[in-house]
């Protein structure tokens, strides 16, 4: 069954954190899974902040090879929601500031633990993807439609967000865009805003980002 790409670029970036099975060193051929946040670059890749001390570090640093699930925890029958599950690898990568202050405006936390020196980020390189929408709708997705989903770059993602120079309201806080949508916080909650006509880019992700703000603030 088709399945759409958008519905699992607009769950990554809905989610905050997921539970990553790695392949365990310490117990040999057995999976070790654990759940840590994470924030999406700007190619829709998860990206980790993770200590040198953990176990799931030791265990990509040998074998990179692993599993990410994310779901959809506002369902209340688990089974009927959207969860997506990517295989592929996690690899250690310097991120330039650019990305840290994408990390941080996510991510507060992450701030304090890049203080602390021994937390590193690796980047999930997804090989292979399968979607389950709901019951009875799944199907697997190929890496090669995921590397054409449309991308915006960081600084260009700077930019857009200080277009939006003020914020309507003191619940309301941007975290990040994309072509397909905008990542905010509102009253305390995570929430995902879909643009119409998505992808958008340039003049009109920016007057969409706009018009999205200022129906806030109304």
Same mark, same amino acid.
């Given at each position: 069954?088709?399945?759409?790409?958008?519905?699992?670029?607009?769950?990554?970036?809905?989610?905050?954190?997921?539970?990553?099975?790695?392949?365990?060193?310490?117990?040999?051929?057995?999976?070790?899974?654990?759940?840590?946040?994470?924030?999406?670059?700007?190619?829709?890749?998860?990206?980790?902040?993770?200590? $040198? /001390?953990? &176990?799931?570090? !030791?265990? =990509?640093?040998?074998?990179? @090879? %692993?599993?990410?699930?994310? *779901?959809?925890?506002?369902?209340?029958?688990?089974?009927?929601?959207?969860?997506?599950?990517?295989?592929?690898?996690?690899?250690?990568?310097?991120?330039?500031?650019?990305?840290?202050?994408?990390?941080?405006?996510?991510?507060?936390?992450?701030?304090?633990?890049?203080?602390?020196?021994?937390?590193?980020?690796?980047?999930?390189?997804?090989?292979?993807?399968?979607?389950?929408?709901?019951?009875?709708?799944?199907?697997?997705?190929?890496?090669?439609?995921?590397?054409?989903?449309?991308?915006? $770059? /960081?600084? &260009?993602?700077? !930019?857009? =967000?200080?277009?939006?120079? @003020? %914020?309507?309201?003191?619940? *309301?806080?941007?975290?990040?865009?994309?072509?397909?949508?905008?990542?905010?916080?509102?009253?305390?909650?995570?929430?995902?805003?879909?643009?119409?006509?998505?992808?958008?880019?340039?003049?009109?992700?920016?007057?969409?980002?706009?018009?999205?703000?200022?129906?806030?603030?109304?």
């Amino acid at each position: 069954m088709d399945i759409s790409i958008d519905d699992v670029i607009h769950l990554l970036h809905s989610v905050s954190h997921g539970a990553l099975a790695t392949h365990s060193e310490r117990v040999a051929g057995y999976p070790y899974a654990t759940v840590l946040p994470f924030v999406l670059d700007e190619q829709h890749s998860p990206v980790f902040l993770i200590s $040198s /001390l953990a &176990e799931h570090t !030791k265990n =990509l640093l040998r074998n990179p @090879r %692993a599993s990410l699930v994310v *779901f959809d925890e506002s369902q209340a029958n688990l089974l009927s929601g959207a969860r997506i599950s990517l295989i592929g690898d996690g690899l250690p990568f310097d991120a330039d500031k650019r990305f840290v202050a994408r990390y941080v405006r996510y991510q507060p936390d992450g701030e304090r633990y890049l203080e602390m020196g021994d937390f590193a980020f690796f980047r999930f390189e997804t090989k292979q993807v399968r979607a389950i929408a709901g019951f009875g709708s799944m199907g697997w997705i190929e890496p090669e439609r995921l590397s054409r989903m449309a991308s915006l $770059s /960081l600084k &260009e993602e700077e !930019k857009v =967000l200080r277009y939006v120079t @003020r %914020a309507p309201s003191e619940d *309301f806080r941007l975290l990040g865009v994309d072509p397909y949508g905008a990542d905010l916080v509102r009253a305390g909650v995570r929430e995902r805003h879909k643009f119409d006509g998505a992808p958008l880019k340039g003049e009109s992700l920016r007057r969409a980002l706009e018009l999205f703000s200022l129906s806030i603030s109304r």
